[in-house]
């Protein structure tokens, strides 16, 4: 596996982390204090010329005098997060915390134009996306699908970083099989939610999910196609997507499929990993338990024209 690197200039190391903390002394109101720790070598102190690397789960500190030093603030998933930044030309910083704060899903500058595709009247469907969309705030299935996936694969890529280089292109991964790992994903959690008639995607089993990523049902979600309304402006798949779906040979297939499936399952395992349990005595057992980015994401990613898309 290749290393993820970022080389830091002044400004980033300067910024550093900020600590936050309330202090309450006797006979006194609770205090708000900050601080700000700038980044260096821990070794040398050196502050110049410092670069991030990343490993597995693991990451370090290098500086100009060949210090390799582990950072107890640096981990794995705080350096993807900035070779994401780097990549895609946005400001450098860090991101505080230890969770993922960044979509790290690449966009692809493509026609984002809507596929056309038939309606038809089904009054069973009809209700169960109007009762979908009053429990999640007037948003539709497909919507919440497409957040969701995308969300995951950005915790996913974030902390393993098989996937990140197998979908990132700043560790020589490609942007089209991270988006169409979305894609597949967002179609098994619509999949799961209408057969079960769910009206959360957190509700839905972990298990439910995986099975429809798994070698022998996956081929089902080629056909699948969230209904589209003529009335309403409301994602549903790219045209592109169609194309991409019915078109792809076997390979390509099945490199979205298990990149999908990989996704749903190395967030599963991490969550099992946090709370100190071996993945193989127990199991996740539904969606909502998965962890997710800090950022919430708006549809301008995929609804937007090419002209229009952000980094």
Same mark, same amino acid.
């Given at each position: ?27 006194? *109101? ?80 493509? +026609? ?13 469907? +009809?209700?169960?996306?109007? @009762? ?5 705030? #007037? ?9 969701? *996936? ?59 999910? @995986? #099975? ?28 592109? #997507? ?6 792809? +040979? ?11 499936? #990989?996704?749903?399952?190395?967030? @599963? ?41 952000? *980094?």
């Amino acid at each position: 596996m290749m290393y993820e690197l970022v080389h830091l200039p002044l400004s980033v190391t300067d910024q550093g982390f900020e600590h936050s903390f309330w202090e309450r002394r006797p006979g006194a *109101a609770e205090e708000w204090h900050s601080f700000k720790e700038p980044l260096n070598c821990p070794e040398c102190t050196a502050t110049r010329g410092l670069r991030l690397v990343a490993h597995g789960r693991a990451a370090h500190v290098e500086c100009p005098l060949g210090h390799q030093r582990p950072d107890g603030l640096i981990s794995a998933r705080i350096v993807r997060q900035m070779s994401h930044l780097a990549h895609t030309g946005q400001p450098l910083h860090l991101p505080q915390g230890d969770l993922v704060r960044i979509m790290m899903v690449p966009r692809l500058v493509e +026609d984002a134009s809507l596929a056309r595709l038939p309606w038809e009247r089904n009054p069973a469907l +009809d209700r169960w996306e109007i @009762a979908f969309e009053v429990a999640n705030h #007037d948003t539709l299935p497909f919507t919440v699908c497409l957040m969701e *996936a995308r969300s995951l694969t950005s915790v996913a890529m974030a902390d393993d970083g098989h996937l990140f280089e197998r979908l990132h292109p700043a560790a020589r991964g490609s942007a089209v099989d991270a988006h169409m790992a979305v894609a597949l994903l967002a179609l098994a959690m619509y999949a799961a939610a209408r057969s079960a008639g769910a009206l959360a995607v957190g509700d839905l089993p972990v298990q439910t999910v @995986a #099975d429809l990523l798994g070698p022998d049902r996956a081929p089902e979600l080629k056909t699948v196609r969230p209904r589209f309304r003529p009335q309403a402006s409301v994602p549903h798949l790219r045209a592109a #997507d169609v194309a991409r779906l019915t078109g792809a +040979d076997r390979p390509q297939w099945e490199t979205w499929r298990e990149a999908a499936a #990989d996704v749903v399952a190395f967030v @599963a395992e991490d969550v099992l990993r946090e709370r100190h349990r071996n993945p193989r005595e127990g199991a996740v057992r539904f969606m909502h338990y998965l962890k997710h980015t800090w950022e919430s994401d708006a549809q301008t990613w995929y609804t937007a024209p090419a002209s229009e898309q952000p *980094a």
